[in-house]
């Protein structure tokens, strides 16, 4: 699900099933509360909407963290945090888990397009979101990425809107990732609890304790149709990039820790069903099958559309940023100007 805008108003959509853009149409979404807006036909859509990269300025957010930088100043990753906290509502004396995002500042194609510098500082974020999250009551990290490499379909989407399509009607089958929702690279740093917790908020839904199960719902193996890529920087993109290739360059990525295996797989099928039942159990959400990914496993998460749980969510995110920013300070670091080399992290016991 992609965000997308008429000049109006800003909506997110989805093609609904049906395969080519020929046969399909477009859901709208109200991106704020997912109520849904309406259905548009593919040559309607192409004509009145215009894709939005919502990552153009991540440092104007409100949930902004910082920036990793080159040796000369050049902003390279930049970190953000999700506005919708996992377990909101966790107890007394227990706060909202954050759920990070490292954005590449230049570039909105997958990993598997990055540079080396960028793939550095990249590997340097996740190294002090890993510190920042064990020094959180002893919190471990999961990396998870959605991509769709190089990004054919952003392009597509803009030349069909302005008309200058390069040889190919606006009917060309679309190739994106269905399981990425926005059109700029990013990595999910999800935050694992060291054991198991409950979380209240889906306890008072269920009407009984829902217990997450942090850490051990992960393990560091894949199986399944997941396809293991060596994680350093030099040789990191073009192992993805290979390894996607049978799957159109889409593709979803999964890693246990900073030193944990590097697993990429299609975003349909058993391997990425596994992770989200991870994810799932992790968190004490559920995992189900998702119609607008054909039947594939997603978590379902509790939405922002209630006002009460929305200005929850940006209390607990604007705790998590004071956190990080004392974190980093701690290490005399300049969060708006993270070196790649940042210093190395404790290990989790």
């Known amino acids: 699900m992609w965000t997308y805008s008429d000049g109006a108003r800003t909506v997110k959509g989805y093609w609904r099933p049906g395969g080519t853009a020929r046969a399909g149409s477009w859901v709208l979404v109200d991106p704020a509360t997912g109520n849904l807006q309406g259905?548009?036909?593919v040559g309607e859509f192409s004509r009145r909407f215009r894709p939005v990269d919502v990552f153009a300025d991540v440092t104007a957010f409100?949930?902004?963290?910082?920036?990793?930088t080159a040796p000369d100043g050049t902003a390279l990753v930049d970190l953000v945090l999700d506005r919708d906290p996992f377990m909101?509502?966790?107890?007394?004396?227990?706060?909202?888990?954050?759920?990070?995002?490292?954005?590449?500042?230049?570039?909105?194609?997958?990993?598997s397009c990055a540079t080396a510098a960028e793939l550095a500082a990249c590997q340097a974020a996740m190294t002090l979101v890993t510190a920042w999250y064990l020094s959180l009551d002893g919190g471990h990290v999961v990396f998870?990425?959605?991509?769709?490499?190089?990004?054919?379909?952003?392009?597509?989407?803009?030349?069909?809107?302005?008309?200058?399509?390069?040889?190919?009607?606006?009917?060309?089958?679309?190739?994106?990732?269905?399981?990425?929702d926005v059109q700029h690279a990013?990595?999910?740093?999800?935050?694992?609890?060291?054991?198991?917790?409950?979380?209240?908020?889906?306890?008072?839904?269920?009407?009984?304790?829902?217990?997450?199960?942090?850490?051990r719902a992960f393990s560091a193996a894949l199986g399944g149709d997941a396809?293991?890529?060596?994680?350093?920087?030099?040789?990191?993109?073009?192992?993805?990039?290979?390894?996607?290739?049978?799957?159109?360059?889409?593709?979803?990525?999964?890693?246990?820790?900073v030193d944990g295996p590097f697993w990429v797989m299609p975003a349909l099928g058993p391997s990425q069903?596994?992770?989200?039942?991870?994810?799932a159990?992790?968190?004490?959400?559920?995992?189900?099958?998702?119609?607008n990914l054909g039947g594939a496993i997603n978590v379902v998460r509790p939405s922002l559309g209630d006002a009460e749980r929305l200005h929850a969510a940006q209390r607990a995110t604007a705790q998590q940023r004071a956190s990080f920013e004392a974190f980093v300070a701690q290490r005399g670091l300049n969060a708006r100007s993270l070196p790649v080399g940042v210093p190395g992290t404790p290990r989790a016991r």
């Open 144 to 180: 998870c990425a959605n991509d769709s490499p190089p990004n054919l379909d952003y392009l597509r989407d803009a030349e069909a809107a302005s008309g200058t399509l390069a040889g190919r009607g606006t009917d060309a089958a679309t190739t994106r990732n269905p399981r990425q």
């Open 88 to 111: 909101l509502a966790n107890g007394p004396r227990r706060v909202a888990r954050p759920h990070l995002l490292m954005v590449p500042r230049s570039h909105r194609d997958g990993w």
């Open 62 to 68: 409100p949930t902004y963290l910082g920036t990793v």
């Open 39 to 41: 259905v548009v036909p």
């Open 227 to 257: 396809v293991r890529v060596e994680p350093d920087s030099t040789r990191l993109a073009s192992g993805v990039r290979a390894a996607a290739q049978p799957w159109g360059g889409s593709y979803c990525s999964y890693q246990l820790g």
């Open 281 to 291: 159990r992790a968190d004490g959400l559920q995992a189900e099958p998702d119609p």
């Open 273 to 279: 069903d596994e992770v989200n039942r991870r994810l």
């Open 186 to 215: 990013h990595l999910h740093a999800f935050y694992a609890e060291p054991g198991r917790t409950e979380n209240h908020e889906s306890s008072a839904v269920a009407g009984h304790p829902v217990m997450a199960e942090g850490q």
